[in-house]
C-alpha cells in the first residue's frame, strides 16, 4: 500500500528515510536485520540517536517532547525505520506508561518521569501478568499493604519482558482483596533497585533471556508512587491495554519480512526453479500481502480517530499477530532444513561483515520467539470476546 498521499508526505518518507540512513549505526542495522541478538545499549543507543533528533517520541504531543505526527507520518516512520533495520522503540515508556502519565498521572509526576522515557535514560518494564493471572488479569494477587505513607507489596510477576535491564516496573496491584476483583486493584511504580525486588530469568525457545519473573519481597513502594486513585488501577489498566495492542499489530515489521519473503522466495535453484512457480505457494503468499494492506489502512483509520483505544485495538491485535505467525511460517517454507535453530551467540556481527552469514541463519529462532504474539497482551482468543461483546454477541474477560 502506498501512503504517501500527498507530496507533503512523500518528502517527509523521504527526509526519514535519509535520516535514519545517515544515522543508524551500522552493527545495531546488522543485529536486526541478521537476528543477532540486541542488548540494552544497542535499544538505549538508538533511542538517544532519535531524541537527538527530536524523534524521541512519535506518538506523543509536543508539549510532552513528541512530534504531535499525524497517523500517517507515524506510519511512515515506524516502515522506514523497519525496513532499514532499526531495532523497535521500547514500547514499554513510550507507548504504554507515557500515555498513562498523560491521562491520569499528576503534573509532578508527569514533569519527573516523562524526560527520562524519550532520553532513552529510564528503562520501564511492565508487571502485569502472574502465574495464575494471564489474561485472567483480575485475578492478580501481588498484593500492597498501606502503612502510612508507603505501600508494602509482596508478590510475583511473570513473563516480565527485558526486566533484567529495567531501572523501573510499572505494577497492578491489590490494595483491597474484600472487593470485586476489578475494584481493588491499583497502579503503582516500583523502582527495580528497591529492595526486596528480585529478577530470576525464563529461558525461552529460542535459547533467548527476554523475559523473565520479578517477586517482590515486602517492598517498600512511596504511596506517591500510585498512578491515579488507589483501587482505580482497572480503569488504567485497561487504556494502557488498550494502546500494548494496538502496537503488537507490527505493521511495520510485517512491510519487512513481506518483502524478504518475496525476495528469498523468488530465488532459483540449480535447476531453475522457484519457490513462487508453485501457484498455491505464491497465492499464500499474495494474500499475506492483502491481509497486510488491509491490517494498515485499519491500523491508520484508528490512529486517525481521536481518544484512547478501544475494542479495535483488540482486532489490530490478533490480525497483527496471525499476520506476523503466518509470514515466520512461510519464511520457514522457503528455508527448509536450513531454518534449522541455532545458537544465536555462535555467529556473530563480523560474520555478516566478512559475506559469510547465510540467508535464513535466523528464520528458526524467528518463528520460535512469534509463537508468543498471539498470546501477549491478552491472548487472541481472549480479544475475539472481546470484540463479540462489543458488538453484542456476548463473550468477555476480565482482562478487557
Not at 504517501?4 to 552493527?27: G, I, K
Not at 489490530?316 to 544465536?344: I, N, Y
Not at 520460535?368 to 481472549?382: D, F, H, P, T, V
Amino acid at each position: 500500500m502506498n501512503i504517501d498521499v500527498t507530496p507533503q508526505y512523500a518528502a517527509f518518507r523521504n527526509e526519514v528515510r535519509a535520516f535514519v540512513c545517515q544515522a543508524l549505526p551500522a552493527d545495531i542495522r546488522d543485529k536486526v536485520l541478521h537476528g543477532l541478538r540486541l542488548g540494552k545499549e544497542d535499544f538505549v543507543r538508538w533511542q538517544r540517536i532519535l531524541h537527538a533528533k527530536g524523534w524521541g517520541a512519535p506518538n506523543w504531543p509536543q508539549s510532552y517532547g513528541g512530534t504531535s505526527w499525524d497517523a500517517v507520518q507515524q506510519a511512515i516512520f515506524d516502515e522506514e525505520c523497519a525496513q532499514a533495520g532499526a531495532p523497535r522503540q521500547l514500547p514499554f515508556g513510550l507507548k504504554m506508561l507515557g500515555p498513562v502519565l498523560m491521562q491520569f498521572g499528576t503534573e509532578q509526576q508527569r514533569q519527573a518521569l516523562l524526560p527520562g522515557i524519550i532520553s532513552g535514560d529510564v528503562w520501564w518494564c511492565q508487571g502485569y501478568s502472574e502465574p495464575g493471572a494471564g489474561s485472567d488479569l483480575a485475578s492478580l494477587k501481588t498484593r500492597a499493604l498501606r502503612e502510612g505513607a508507603e505501600y508494602v507489596v509482596t508478590g510475583q510477576k511473570t513473563w516480565t519482558t527485558l526486566g533484567q535491564y529495567a531501572d523501573w516496573i510499572f505494577c497492578l496491584v491489590r490494595t483491597d482483596p474484600l472487593v470485586k476483583p476489578q475494584q481493588g486493584i491499583s497502579f503503582v511504580l516500583i523502582d527495580m533497585r528497591s529492595p526486596g525486588v528480585t529478577v530470576r530469568p525464563i529461558i525461552t525457545l529460542d535459547g533467548e533471556h527476554e523475559v523473565n519473573e520479578v517477586w517482590f519481597d515486602a517492598v517498600r513502594v512511596p504511596v506517591s508512587n500510585r498512578v491515579g486513585e488507589e483501587n482505580q488501577g482497572w480503569t488504567i489498566a485497561k487504556f494502557l491495554l488498550g494502546h500494548e495492542r494496538s502496537n503488537i499489530a507490527g505493521v511495520g515489521i510485517a512491510k519487512r519480512e513481506l518483502a524478504r519473503l518475496t525476495e528469498l522466495s523468488a530465488k532459483r535453484d540449480a535447476q531453475g526453479k522457484s519457490r513462487l512457480d508453485d501457484p498455491l505457494f505464491a497465492a499464500r503468499v499474495a494474500q499475506a500481502e492483502i491481509d497486510l494492506m488491509a491490517l494498515e489502512t485499519t491500523q491508520l483509520r484508528m490512529l486517525q480517530r481521536t481518544g484512547p483505544p478501544g475494542p479495535e485495538s483488540s482486532m489490530l491485535k490478533v490480525l497483527g499477530s496471525e499476520l506476523q505467525q503466518r509470514l515466520a511460517d512461510l519464511l520457514m517454507h522457503v528455508a527448509g532444513h536450513q531454518a534449522l535453530p541455532f545458537t544465536p551467540g555462535a555467529l556473530q556481527a563480523e560474520d555478516c561483515a566478512a559475506g559469510c552469514w547465510p540467508d535464513y541463519a535466523n528464520l528458526g529462532t524467528q518463528y520460535a520467539n512469534w509463537r508468543k504474539l498471539s498470546i501477549y497482551g491478552g491472548s487472541n482468543e481472549i480479544q475475539k470476546n472481546i470484540l463479540a461483546r462489543a458488538l453484542g454477541l456476548g463473550g468477555g474477560s476480565s482482562r478487557d
